[in-house]
């Protein structure tokens, strides 16, 4: 069978594969040259002009992104220091409002106090004066009773009022002291 | 259409040959423009390229579409991966044409392989990766002599850090490892890959067909075998067909940048 290989190919017209026939190299050659116009001229460039302008757009919306990133940081501050300046103030009328209600506090203890004062000064000047004003009703009216219970007791009218008068302070020495004597 | 391995006639197994690269001629015989079969399958290869390429990239947007987005991804392997990564911004820009091309005339020439009813290579003849060679040899040389000719024949034949003795060996070396290896390996490793991946498939798919129709009893078990082989070489050979377009690549592009380097 190997035999029959060998004569079949010796039979064969023998060619040596490493030796370039004129036609092969032409086409090749003309095939090359038509890709490599094809990719020089058309295809590459289109690329080119492609990744260009992707690489423009990507840094173009890295610039945008960038930019927006910087006015959203800028808003944060001001509204960080708004809010800021909003605490301050905030503080500033707690701190006014607290110094406003000690004050008012204070007034009004002193009012009360100034009322207090006036109401116990003035109750205390009119017990005073009703006190005084019993024990010379109650003086009159305990002398004249007495008088009477006297003169119905000694069967005689003490009208001489220098004795009356005598009699009676007497009488009330005599009761005080014998108030005393009892406690 | 050319189909060289089977004759069911006969009965015999037939390898594939190297004749299958050689198909009959199709249109100008006998003048410098022969036209075969595995031309044809260039030019669609060329027309394919162009198609897709030109869809995806018609109504070119920043926001790309589905089909903007897979070319833009492939053209990235090149620009991003090779050129940009090799050779920097401004030098990966001038060469990215260059590379590009190369990398898709490659892949798409390679991919063919497996595309059924095409099924070649259409770089599997030495034209089309002779013609690529050299034209990463004349892109790298020129590359090199245009930035500076004393600086890039001082570093690719006097390299820097050896004592002076050592350069009459160092430079034939150098020489011959820069400027006759480096073409001849890139066109034998991308035209090797091919042709072989293609003998593989050949043998594997004929052994199937020939153990499934005409070998008998028993034997027929071995075309599940050579099937299954065959089925996973054409996985491979998808492999293949994008590893050499990026090696290939990527070597003309590491060729430009050590012409373009100020020291080794």
């Not at chain 1, 840094?59 to 927006?68: Q, R, T």
């Not at chain 1, 001001?78 to 607290?98: K, M, P, V």
């Not at chain 2, 030098?91 to 590009?100: A, C, E, S």
Request: proline share 4%; charged share 15%.
């Amino acid at each position: 069978m190997l035999n029959a290989v060998f004569v079949a190919n010796a039979a064969e017209e023998s060619v040596n594969p490493i030796f370039p026939a004129s036609y092969d190299i032409i086409w090749s050659a003309v095939c090359f040259a038509i890709i490599l116009v094809f990719f020089w001229k058309a295809v590459l460039p289109k690329v080119q002009t492609m990744l260009d302008e992707r690489s423009a757009a990507i840094e173009g919306n890295i610039a945008k992104a960038d930019e927006a990133q910087a006015q959203a940081e800028a808003a944060l501050q001001e509204y960080t220091a708004q809010l800021a300046g909003a605490r301050q103030e905030a503080g500033e009328i707690r701190e006014a409002a607290r110094a406003d209600g000690v004050k008012i506090v204070a007034e009004a203890k002193d009012a009360a106090v100034a009322e207090a004062a006036r109401v116990t000064a003035s109750a205390k000047t009119q017990i005073e004066a009703e006190r005084q004003s019993a024990v010379v009703t109650l003086r009159k009216e305990v002398g004249s009773l007495a008088i009477d219970l006297a003169s119905g007791v000694v069967g005689e009218s003490l009208s001489d009022d220098k004795k009356a008068g005598a009699l009676v302070d007497r009488f009330l020495a005599d009761l005080e002291a014998s108030e005393k004597a009892s406690k | 259409m050319h189909i060289p391995f089977v004759s069911a006639n006969d009965g015999e197994f037939h390898g594939p040959t190297i004749n299958e690269f050689f198909p009959p001629v199709i249109f100008f015989e006998g003048t410098p423009f022969e036209i075969n079969r595995i031309i044809l399958i260039r030019f669609l290869a060329v027309a394919v390229i162009i198609l897709l390429f030109w869809l995806a990239t018609r109504k070119m947007s920043v926001v790309p579409g589905r089909g903007q987005s897979l070319a833009e991804m492939a053209l990235d392997l090149v620009r991003g991966g090779i050129a940009e990564d090799l050779l920097g911004k401004v030098d990966g820009r001038r060469f990215l044409p260059i590379l590009t091309a190369m990398f898709f005339i490659i892949l798409g020439f390679n991919i063919t392989g497996i595309i059924p009813g095409l099924n070649i290579a259409a770089s599997s003849t030495i034209g089309f990766p002779l013609v690529l060679a050299v034209v990463s040899y004349v892109t790298f040389i020129y590359s090199g002599i245009k930035k500076s000719p004393k600086n890039f024949f001082k570093n690719s034949l006097f390299p820097a850090g050896v004592p002076w003795p050592v350069y009459i060996i160092v430079t034939p070396i150098e020489l011959i490892s820069t400027f006759v290896i480096r073409p001849v390996t890139l066109t034998l490793r991308l035209l090797m890959n091919m042709i072989v991946g293609h003998l593989l498939l050949v043998l594997f798919f004929s052994a199937t067909q020939f153990f499934f129709f005409t070998a008998d009893g028993f034997f027929k078990l071995f075309g599940v075998g050579s099937l299954a082989f065959g089925f996973a070489f054409t996985l491979f050979e998808i492999l293949v067909a994008v590893l050499q377009a990026y090696v290939f690549t990527l070597l003309t592009a590491v060729y430009i940048q050590l012409a373009l380097a100020e020291e080794h």
